[in-house]
């Protein structure tokens, strides 16, 4: 899907997710410039560092909603 935004125009795809589970590691995810999720759902991501091509932006909830 972001291959045919690009060949459409766009500049940039990213994509925003509230609870990032990621089971298929982020290989899948390569084509996006960059992933902004929440740290609401821990897990690790089954990529390997080598293979993450991309930036991956962690929001902590525990900072931005301290006393949730």
């Known amino acids: ?8 125009g766009a500049r940039r795809v990213e ?3 509230t609870h990032g589970l990621f089971t298929k590691g982020l290989l899948p995810l390569r084509h996006l410039d960059a992933i902004w999720t929440t740290n609401s759902y821990r897990l690790d991501i ?3 560092a080598a ?6 932006t962690v ?3 525990d900072t931005t909603f301290p006393s949730l």
């Open 1 to 8: 899907l972001a291959d045919a935004l690009k060949a459409k």
């Open 15 to 17: 994509l925003y997710v």
């Open 46 to 48: 089954a990529t390997p």
């Open 51 to 56: 293979e993450v091509t991309m930036p991956v």
């Open 59 to 61: 929001l902590d909830l």
